[in-house]
C-alpha cells in the first residue's frame, strides 16, 4: 500500500553538532561534535515531522488526540476548529487545507465528515503530510470497517494502536494494512452500517442493488465472520472521475478523465490475482479520435495518455495481453491509475441561457439531457449557476411530473442550486427561474452570471469504456472458489458549461 518505512533515515545538519540521524522507532543522534550537548538536543527536537495528530467531529469535539513532541500549545485543536469555521479570508468560502496560525502549521483533510488534522513547528513538505493523512484515513476504515464517528469513538483503543505503528515521535513509520496485521491485535467493534450513509465510491452499490452483499464495504479487514469464518471475497472498482466544459453554443472545449482501479482484498494467504483489462488497450496518446459514438457500455480500443500502477503489480505480460499479476496486499489499495483526454462522449449534455426580461428581470432557463443507456441510472445530481451579485430574489418553475426534484436561492452566494435524486438515461430535464434584480442590470448580463457546475455519481457506467476482461485467483484446492465484485462508477470532477 506504500509509504512504508523499513527504515527511516534523515540526515539533518545541525551547526555546531554535527550530522544528526534519524531512525525508524525514534530518533538515534550521532555523537554531537560541539561543546554544547544541550543546545544541540534543543536544536534537534526543533527539527522534527510532526507536533501533533488529532481528529475532530463536525461539531469540533476531540475524538482521537496525540501529543508527539510537546512542542505546539494547548489548545491547538480548539484553535484549528475556529479558524476552519469562521474562515473568511479572501472571501474563500472554506478553510485552505494548510494554514499557519502564529507559528504553527495545521495540514488537514475532511474524510467522511470529520477532520484529519497534523500540526508541526517546522517546515514540512504539505504534499507528505496531506497523503499520509489520506493514507490513515484508509487504514483506519481498513480495520474498522466503518469510518465515522460512532466507530472511532467506540475502538478508540485499536485507534491509538493503530497509531503508535503508524507514527513515532513524529515520524511516519508505515501507513501498510498488511504490514500492520503484525503488530495489531485488538479486535474491532463492529458499528452498524444500516443506518449510516454510505462512504465513498463503492458505497453507491449499496442503494438497491443484488450485485453485491449489503456489508461489502463496511467491513473490516481482521473481523471474522459469526461462526469464526472469514468469507473469501475480492472488490475491484473502476472509478472515474469527468472533467467537461462546454462552451455557450454546447461544444466541448475541454474534456478529462482521471481514473483509478482500486481493490480490497478479503482473502487469506494473499493468493496470486490476475487481473484483464481490454485486449486493444493503448499506452500514449495519438492524434486521432477513436471513440465509437454508438457504444458507450461495452469494450473496445480505449487510449490512455499515462498510468502507473501499485508497487505489488507485475507487468510481465501486460504489453501481449494486457492483464495484471498481483499478490494483494491487506486493505483497500489503488492497483492502477490513469488519465486520458481523448475524445469521449460525455454522461450529460448542459443547456444554460439567462435573458433580460425588462429593467430589473432576468429570465434563466437550464436543461440537463443524459447521453447514456436508459438502464442506468445517475444518483444525487446537483447544478449550480451564479446570478448576477444584485440578485433579490428568484422565483423556480420546475416541469410537469418532477419527482424527487428541489430547488434553492443561496442569498450569501448569490447562486441558483436544483438538486435531481436521480436521472435515467435517455431522459431531459428543465428547469426555469426568473430573477428580480435590486438594480437594472447594465452591459451584457451573460458576464455577470454563470458558469453552470454539476455533480453526479453514476454507477456501472464508465466512459472510457476501459473494463474488466475477467478476474483470477489462484486456487489452492479444488473446492477453493471466493466471491469476486467488478463494479464501475463515475463521478463528476469539473463538469462545467458556460453561458
Known amino acids: 500500500m506504500g509509504l512504508t518505512f523499513p527504515f527511516l533515515l534523515f540526515f539533518a545538519s545541525v551547526p555546531g553538532c554535527g550530522v544528526v540521524f534519524y531512525l525508524g522507532k525514534g530518533e538515534v543522534a550521532a555523537r554531537a561534535s560541539g561543546p554544547e550537548e544541550k543546545t544541540c538536543q534543543r536544536k534537534r527536537r526543533r527539527g522534527g515531522m510532526i507536533s501533533q495528530f488529532f481528529v475532530l467531529s463536525q461539531r469540533g469535539d476531540h475524538i482521537v488526540f496525540r501529543d508527539y513532541r510537546g512542542e505546539v ?63 490513515i484515513a484508509r487504514v483506519t476504515k481498513d480495520y474498522l470497517g466503518v469510518l465515522n464517528e460512532d466507530s472511532l469513538r467506540k475502538n478508540f483503543i485499536l485507534v491509538y494502536e493503530l497509531l503508535d505503528e503508524v507514527i513515532d515521535f513524529g515520524y511516519p513509520q508505515t501507513t501498510s494494512t498488511e504490514v500492520l496485521k503484525s503488530y495489531i491485535f485488538n479486535e474491532p467493534i463492529m458499528v452498524d452500517a444500516g443506518r449510516l450513509p454510505p462512504l465513498g465510491p463503492a458505497a453507491m452499490f449499496m442503494q438497491g442493488t443484488k450485485r453485491m452483499p449489503g456489508t461489502a464495504v463496511t467491513k473490516s479487514v481482521v473481523a471474522t465472520e459469526p461462526g469464526g469464518k472469514k468469507r473469501e471475497e475480492i472488490f475491484v472498482d473502476i472509478i472515474e472521475r469527468i472533467s467537461v466544459t462546454f462552451s455557450s453554443s454546447g461544444y466541448i472545449l475541454t474534456s478529462e478523465i482521471d481514473g483509478t482501479i482500486q481493490m480490497k482484498s478479503y482473502l487469506t494467504g494473499n493468493p496470486e490475482i490476475c487481473l484483464a483489462l481490454n485486449e486493444d488497450l493503448s499506452i500514449g496518446r495519438t492524434g486521432s479520435s477513436s471513440y465509437d459514438y454508438r457504444n458507450s457500455s461495452g469494450g473496445g480500443t480505449v487510449i490512455l495518455d499515462d498510468c502507473n500502477f501499485h508497487e505489488s503489480v507485475h507487468l510481465d505480460s501486460f504489453d501481449t495481453d494486457r492483464t495484471l499479476t498481483l499478490i494483494p496486499p491487506g486493505g483497500e489499495f489503488p492497483v492502477m491509475n490513469y488519465r486520458m483526454t481523448q475524445e469521449f462522449k460525455p454522461p450529460f449534455r448542459v443547456t444554460a441561457l439567462i435573458e433580460e426580461a425588462g429593467p430589473s428581470r432576468a429570465e434563466v432557463l437550464l436543461k440537463i439531457r443524459a447521453d447514456f443507456s436508459a438502464n442506468v441510472t445517475a444518483n444525487t445530481i446537483t447544478v449550480q449557476m451564479p446570478v448576477p451579485a444584485y440578485t433579490m430574489r428568484a422565483s423556480f418553475e420546475l416541469e410537469a411530473g418532477a419527482v424527487g426534484q428541489t430547488t434553492d436561492f443561496k442569498e450569501g452566494s448569490r447562486r441558483l442550486e436544483w438538486y435531481l435524486k436521480k436521472i435515467v438515461g435517455c431522459s431531459e430535464h ?43 485467483i489462484a486456487k489452492k484446492s479444488k473446492a477453493y472458489n471466493p466471491y469476486r465484485w467488478v463494479r464501475y462508477v463515475t463521478q463528476a470532477n469539473s463538469y462545467v458549461a458556460r453561458l
Open 73 to 135: 500549545p494547548k489548545g491547538s485543536a480548539e484553535i484549528f476548529f475556529r479558524k476552519v469555521k469562521f474562515w473568511n479570508d479572501d472571501e474563500a468560502e472554506e478553510a485552505p487545507p494548510v494554514f499557519n496560525v502564529d507559528g504553527v502549521n495545521y495540514i488537514h483533510v475532511k474524510v467522511a465528515g470529520l477532520f484529519f488534522v497534523v500540526t508541526t513547528m517546522v517546515n514540512v513538505s504539505p504534499s507528505l503530510l496531506l497523503e499520509l493523512l489520506q493514507r
Open 430 to 472: 428543465t428547469l426555469r427561474a426568473k430573477l428580480t434584480f435590486s438594480q437594472e442590470s447594465h452591459g451584457n448580463i451573460t458576464k455577470e452570471a454563470g458558469p453552470v457546475n454539476m455533480n453526479f455519481t453514476i454507477p456501472m457506467y464508465n466512459a472510457s469504456k476501459l473494463q474488466v476482461r475477467y478476474l483470477q
